[in-house]
Each structure stands twice: as structure tokens, then as C-alpha cells.
T-cell receptor, first 116, second 114 residues
Framework: AQSVAQPEDQVNVAEGNPLTVKCTYS??????LFWYVQYPNRGLQFLLK??????LVKGSYGFEAEFNKSQTSFHLKKPSALVSDSALYFC??????????????FGKGTKLSVIP | DTAVSQTPKYLVTQMGNDKSIKCEQN?????MYWYKQDSKKFLKIMFS???????INETVPNRFSPKSPDKAHLNLHINSLELGDSAVYFC?????????????FGPGTRLLVL
């Protein structure tokens, strides 16, 4: 069965500084990897995904993530954090084939706080 | 022109009651999902339907029964509500069952069982 680990419950960063939200995964075969963001009292919004090809994926609002197969990681990054980036971030994985391929598995979420 | 909508947004009810949550998507997608987000924000899949056919049925009490009258709608009926059912329930949809598809989420239904 697939799984996702987000090792930090909370990440604090000063406005204007770079941010990283960590994610590692476990899956049989090749993964499809996703990042979603949840603002307070809202549904999840898609940020970016890795399917195949270039390991560096660019997404919405200036976010990007790097797929690292050897480290089974898919960390979310942004060069310069904004206060409006403060939210709950979820990493998710789905195997490209086989058992579990119908199912998206989420990490437990990382709360990002950007301090003015 | 909301893509995925849920009703109601808030639901406060007594233990033992039966309630339904409705979900509609106007994206023309074939596949729809129900997720439960608990008080610790952990998100877990409950059910998935593809073109009105059940394809994911996770370990969920049989008090929860999904119904898909057509591929644009996926409703969730809950019998004999318990305190532990208090959570936020999210509906989502994708164009099909393909693993690379982005999921589009509704705004959530906040259920509080007293």
C-alpha cells in the first residue's frame, strides 16, 4: 500500500525568505505525486503534480517541487514566501499502475505560517 | 459557476439522526469521491464512483451509504449518526479514473454531531 510522510507538522518562515515543505513517499512502481493547499474553512486546491519527465515541476502561485526518485521525495518550494501563502499543505501519491492506482493517498498535512 | 458544490455547508445534528450530504459537479467528469477530514486535518478516502459505478469502498461503517443518481451527482447518506462522525466531508471529482488526473474538491460540509 502507498503512503506519504510529511515530517513537519508546522513550518514557520519569514516573509520574503525561501520556503520548503517536505514530503517523502512509498509506492510500488512509478508514482504520480501531487501538492494541494487548503486555506482555512475551504476545500483543497491543486498546486502542482509530477507525472513523468522533468524532475522539477512548476505550479500555481510561484510554487515548484522537485521529484527525487532515489530519495523518494517530492519537496515543495518557493523562492520568496508571502504572508498569503500561510495555509495547510498536503502532499499526495498515487501509483501509476496496479493495486491502489484508483486511490490518492494524502500525507497528514503541514501548516505553513509566513511571518510578516 | 462553481465546479464542485456541496450542500449543506454546515450540518449540526443530534446523535442517532439520519442525514444526507449532496455533491454536484458541472465539469463533465466521470469520477467522483467522498473524503473525510478529521479534527487533526487527516484526509481519508471513503468512496469513489466512476460513471455511477462504485469503484472504491474503503473500510467505512455501513451506516454510510453513497448514492450516485447520475455521473454529475454523488450523495452521502449517514444513518444513526455518532459523535465520531463529526468531521468535514469533502467531495471531489476527476475526468476519469486515471491516476494522473487532478482532483477538484468541493468546499466541504462541516458536520457536528451533538
Amino acid at each position: 500500500a502507498q503512503s506519504v510522510a510529511q515530517p513537519e507538522d508546522q513550518v514557520n518562515v519569514a516573509e520574503g525568505n525561501p520556503l520548503t515543505v517536505k514530503c517523502t513517499y512509498s509506492v510500488s512502481g512509478n508514482p504520480y505525486l501531487f501538492w494541494y493547499v487548503q486555506y482555512p474553512n475551504r476545500g483543497l486546491q491543486f498546486l502542482l503534480k509530477y507525472i513523468t519527465g522533468d524532475n522539477l515541476v512548476k505550479g500555481s502561485y510561484g510554487f515548484e517541487a522537485e521529484f527525487n526518485k532515489s530519495q523518494t521525495s517530492f519537496h515543495l518550494k518557493k523562492p520568496s514566501a508571502l504572508v498569503s501563502d500561510s495555509a495547510l499543505y498536503f502532499c499526495a501519491v498515487r501509483p501509476s499502475t496496479g493495486a491502489g492506482s484508483y486511490q490518492l493517498t494524502f500525507g497528514k498535512g503541514t501548516k505553513l505560517s509566513v511571518i510578516p | 459557476d462553481t465546479a464542485v458544490s456541496q450542500t449543506p455547508k454546515y450540518l449540526v445534528t443530534q446523535m442517532g439522526n439520519d442525514k444526507s450530504i449532496k455533491c454536484e459537479q458541472n465539469l463533465g467528469h466521470d469520477t467522483m469521491y467522498w473524503y473525510k477530514q478529521d479534527s487533526k486535518k487527516f484526509l481519508k478516502i471513503m468512496f469513489s464512483y466512476n460513471n455511477k459505478e462504485l469503484i472504491i469502498n474503503e473500510t467505512v461503517p455501513n451506516r454510510f451509504s453513497p448514492k450516485s443518481p447520475d455521473k454529475a451527482h454523488l450523495n452521502l447518506h449517514i444513518n444513526s449518526l455518532e459523535l465520531g462522525d463529526s468531521a468535514v466531508y469533502f467531495c471531489a471529482s476527476t475526468p476519469n479514473t486515471g491516476g494522473a488526473e487532478t482532483q477538484y474538491f468541493g468546499p466541504g460540509t462541516r458536520l457536528l454531531v451533538l
